[in-house]
């Protein structure tokens, strides 16, 4: 019954697989459980009741389910910022991508644990590995800086390089001033500003000043 309720919520039909998975959850099916918390969290196929999503979420998490304590560190990450760290690295550690890079973020920045940047840095590489285009991004920046990690230019290029091929715009905007710089790179002025301009497209703040300032200056005409 649970690829049948699976079946419904992917062809969003959520009426039909909230109550299919329902019953489940009563039974103690953690998968279940998490995705009739995440239901509940998101107003699919019934009302949005953060309450109910944390008590099936809860029950999960008692199981280990890997997004239902993913799911349960966000609730916590505006209030217990502790509980949310001690939650994402549960889920970290078994493999959710996104939990890893919540996991490095805390770390890098000391939120619910002790800023330890090689940490952060551990896994960002984790979530790296499993694709997640921010985790690229951020690991790129800790190899640019030379925090927790031996300064490496062409592995930070490498690391916004892979950021920027998943349309991250941030990934965009700071390979191109890799690329204006000359960083890791041979300095390709005509790339950075295609990049920067990738940024701006995608919503990046400070490229859009880039770009702004170029325009005003007549150097660049769109």
Not at 37 to 47: D, E, L, S
Not at 77 to 96: H, M, P, T, W
């Amino acid at each position: 019954m649970i690829a049948e309720a699976h079946n419904a919520y992917n062809s969003q039909d959520y009426i039909r697989a909230f109550s299919l998975y329902r019953p489940l959850a009563d039974q103690g099916n953690a998968d279940a459980q998490t995705s009739l918390g995440f239901m509940y969290q998101n107003a699919q196929g019934t009302p949005k009741d953060t309450s109910q999503a944390r008590f099936w979420y809860e029950k999960a998490a008692m199981k280990k389910q890997p997004y239902a304590l993913f799911n349960l560190a966000l609730l916590h990450s505006d209030g217990d910022q502790f509980k949310a760290y001690e939650l994402f690295l549960e889920a970290a550690i078994l493999e959710v991508p996104p939990a890893q890079y919540e996991v490095a973020l805390m770390l890098e920045r000391g939120l619910g644990c002790a800023q330890n940047y090689s940490e952060a840095a551990f896994w960002y590489e984790e979530a790296a590995k499993r694709g997640h285009a921010e985790a690229f991004n951020n690991l790129g920046v800790l190899y640019k800086e030379g925090h927790g990690v031996v300064k490496n230019l062409e592995r930070a290029r490498h690391c916004f390089q892979r950021a920027s091929e998943k349309n991250l715009p941030t990934g965009h905007y700071n390979l191109g001033l890799m690329y204006d710089q000359g960083l890791g790179v041979a300095q390709d002025n005509d790339k950075a500003l295609e990049l920067c301009r990738k940024a701006a497209y995608g919503g990046h703040s400070k490229a859009k000043t880039i770009i702004r300032q170029l325009q005003d200056e007549g150097k660049v005409v769109f």
